[in-house]
């Protein structure tokens, strides 16, 4: 699922009094995550280690993610690869071997998962 920039406005108006002090914030986002422990770095080392591909991290992982396995999207999807599954919870290896191996049983190979999502945005 594709992410949105958090963006925060705020409006500070004083009047010429000096005593009225008005301020408003707005936040545009699709998706709460809560921040990683781990740098996207680490991560993505550890994901490799565990047989993840690059192509699977830049074609899915980044798009879906961000590259933090402790994402959580709007509506309740989590992990790397943004998934209500159990492997979308857990140890960056066990997020991996779940994605390559969901991969692998619904579109055939890590390459086909990879074509899916990129033909329609979600895999």
Known sequence: MKKFL?????TLSITAAGVGISASSSEAHAAETTQSSQS?????QEFLNAGGTEELWQKVVLPESGGNPDAVNELGYQGLGQTKESWGTGSVEEQTKGMVQYAKERYGSIDEAISFREANGWW
Do not use: D, Q, Y
């Open 40 to 44: 996207t770095e680490s991560v993505h």
């Open 6 to 10: 958090l963006a925060s406005f705020a």
